[in-house]
Structures are given as structure tokens and as C-alpha cells.
């Protein structure tokens, strides 16, 4: 299958991996050898769902917070993160460091 320059090139931007090396490439075709199986599934008949539990009533909650300001514990589970930011997927594209105080967002 083949991919467009301007569809790598999104995909770049969107999965931080940069496809003109090999692991890259290869997580590339990994990635579509994936989604190809969904191809193999027969779903004639089968109508289009706008939820799995579109047979159930979905109750709504209040949304009270209970605990808060737990961010910094948050973040220890992090592999990898930006400011107050989990980091995922890593991909192969390395995110620039940042020095203390700065940031990414525009006029923090």
C-alpha cells in the first residue's frame, strides 16, 4: 500500500516517528499490517452503533470532586513528560529539553 509524502508527513507530526529511517519505516508497516486485519472481518448485515452500550440508559452523574491538587503524584507515573504533561507515544522523534521555568505554550 502505498502512502503519500504529504500523508508521511502528517503522520510524523501526529506520532512523533520519523519515517525516513528504518525503525520508523518498520513501525510504519507494523502499523498497517495492524489495521489490514480489520479488512478480514466480515460485517455484512451488521448496523452501525453509535455506542456499545446503545442498548442500556447511560445515567448521568454529578461530577464532585472529592480529592484534588494531586498533580506532581500524577506525574510520577510518567515515563516521560512536558511541564504538567504525560508523554505518549515516545516514538523515535526526540522532544526538545527544556530548561526550568520555560515552556512550550505560546505566552505562558
Same mark, same amino acid.
Given at each position: 500500500?502505498? &502512502?503519500?509524502? +504529504?500523508?508521511?508527513?502528517?503522520?510524523?507530526?501526529?506520532?512523533? *516517528?520519523?519515517?525516513? %529511517? $528504518?525503525?520508523?519505516?518498520?513501525?510504519?508497516?507494523?502499523?498497517?499490517?495492524?489495521? !489490514?486485519?480489520?479488512?478480514? *472481518?466480515?460485517? !455484512?448485515? *451488521?448496523?452501525?452503533? %453509535?455506542? *456499545?452500550?446503545? !442498548?442500556? =440508559?447511560?445515567?448521568?452523574?454529578?461530577? %464532585? &470532586?472529592?480529592?484534588?491538587? =494531586?498533580?506532581? !503524584?500524577?506525574?510520577?507515573?510518567?515515563?516521560?513528560?512536558? +511541564?504538567?504533561? @504525560?508523554?505518549?507515544?515516545?516514538?523515535?522523534?526526540?522532544?526538545?529539553? $527544556? +530548561?526550568?521555568?520555560?515552556? @512550550?505554550?505560546?505566552?505562558?
Amino acid at each position: 500500500q502505498k &502512502v503519500s509524502v +504529504e500523508e508521511l508527513d502528517h503522520l510524523e507530526h501526529l506520532a512523533l *516517528v520519523d519515517f525516513r %529511517d $528504518l525503525e520508523g519505516v518498520e513501525r510504519l508497516q507494523k502499523a498497517i499490517q495492524f489495521a !489490514d486485519q480489520l479488512h478480514e *472481518v466480515n460485517t !455484512d448485515g *451488521v448496523e452501525p452503533m %453509535d455506542s *456499545v452500550l446503545e !442498548d442500556r =440508559c447511560l445515567y448521568l452523574r454529578e461530577d %464532585d &470532586v472529592t480529592e484534588g491538587n =494531586c498533580t506532581k !503524584d500524577l506525574l510520577q507515573n510518567a515515563r516521560e513528560k512536558v +511541564e504538567e504533561y @504525560f508523554v505518549a507515544p515516545p516514538g523515535n522523534i526526540p522532544l526538545p529539553k $527544556l +530548561e526550568e521555568g520555560d515552556t @512550550f505554550l505560546q505566552g505562558s
